[in-house]
Nanobody, 121 residues
Framework: QVQLVESGGGLVQAGGSLRLSCAAS????????MGWYRQAPGKERELVAS???????KYADSAKGRFTISRDNAERTVYLQMNSLKPEDTAVYYC???????????????WGQGTQVTVSS
């Protein structure tokens, strides 16, 4: 089993910053992709930023120039630094990881429980 635990969400004023963290644990052989999605009320879940299976970074247009994804491979942790936050960034932010299980060798996708980010105007 693989677990993803997010932290760092909260309430911030427009223009402020937050840093989200997501730590992966469990029967992990290798993490092939990891990143952040978000879902606002009444909207579909959308990609914010991620490390792809090729090791490159990918950002939503809305995140470019304001958000930065980084990782600590040794700690199996991915971070999302969010600057210049806007009210439209308000959403539940979910960590996602594609993981090959060290016991079953199954390659599967896993989601964290989500962390709320609220940006007030």
């Amino acid at each position: 089993q693989v677990q993803l635990v997010e932290s760092g969400g909260g309430l911030v004023q427009a223009g402020g910053s937050l840093r989200l963290s997501c730590a992966a644990s469990g029967s992990i052989l290798i993490i092939t992709a990891m990143g952040w999605y978000r879902q606002a009320p009444g909207k579909e879940r959308e990609l914010v930023a991620s490390f792809t299976s090729g090791g490159r970074t990918k950002y939503a247009d809305s995140a470019k120039g304001r958000f930065t994804i980084s990782r600590d491979n040794a700690e199996r942790t991915v971070y999302l630094q969010m600057n210049s936050l806007k009210p439209e960034d308000t959403a539940v932010y979910y960590c996602y990881a594609e993981v090959k299980d060290s016991v079953t060798f199954f390659l599967g996708g896993y989601w964290g429980q989500g962390t709320q980010v609220t940006v007030s105007s």
